[in-house]
């Protein structure tokens, strides 16, 4: 547990006020300048239906973020598969392999990542919310990738072009599909964390070596949010806080401002529920954050971790990044081998 790699999940946020060019410009100098500190992975989560979150179309928007850096690797955290027929996704993948061989990964989930009516609008079925062919989905994916030409069906580009693959989830479900073909599982602690050390188990134990893979290789995806002191992390964390709100409500909005979140007065139900969620998630000073991350490292001891932090402006969340990056994670890390 030395040196683990750290990434960046970004959702593209669209910021109260702002437009939504405004917001994938924040995202483009959020990858430059975390590549400047050294995080190994930019990743981007598919969402729809949701006037806050500009990453509705991975595929494009990796396009844009690889062409515009150099060295760090570039990512869907994830695509869901059952959003897509697997020939699109592979020749779209095949494509940013193609052009930037060595640097793209193809993260897969199988949750919609929408709500119902919306999933059948992207796939133009009934059956939109439906993941029971999920299994047969993933194998035509991988065959068009490794030649297999499901149907006879050459996916061109994607034959021969396959970017590092991994499977997502916040269950035990994908555990085991990754573990069965061998493939890097990442785990969304910021949504189920309760689940994240059965489901890290599930991989480990049933894990199978395949030509991609000789041992399990596990990602633990949180949410970070890390300032100079404990009470500016309080206030930056508003907009995050007020955003699961709004989701849960069915009502989902672009990310307001810190000023906008103060001025919310949530039920007790609601204070309650937003306290239940950052139970999961890390935030405070570098010193309040390098415990709560020490701790989750002795519980998970993941080989690489994954950071989304959902802040309404770009210069606190690159701080964020920076902190985390430079007085957290090697103090964090120390700690927690030092007490195992």
Known sequence: MIDVPMSVLDLAPVQSGRTVGEGLDATTELARRTEALGYHRFWVAEHHNMPGIASSAPSVLLAHLAAVTATIRVGSGGVMLPNHAPLVVAEQFGTLHALHPGRVDLG????PGTDQATARALRRTENGLSAES????????????????????????????????????SSGYSAQVAAMLGLPFAFAHHISPDNTEPALALYREHFRPSAQLERPYAMVALSAICSDTDERAETLAGPRDLAFLSLIRGKPQALATPEEAAAFRPSEHERAFIQQ???GQLQGSPETVRGQL???LRRTDPDELM???????????????ELLKEKVAARATADAAGSR
């Open 108 to 111: 897969i989930g199988r949750a």
């Open 134 to 169: 999920f299994p047969q989905e993933l194998a035509a994916l991988l065959g068009y990738f490794r030649g297999a030409d499901p149907q006879g069906i050459a996916a061109t580009p994607g034959r021969g072009e396959e970017p590092e693959i991994w499977l997502l989830g």
């Open 277 to 279: 969620r950052r139970a």
């Open 294 to 296: 020490a701790d989750l």
């Open 307 to 321: 950071i989304n932090t959902l802040v309404y402006d770009i210069d606190d969340r690159v701080r964020s990044f």
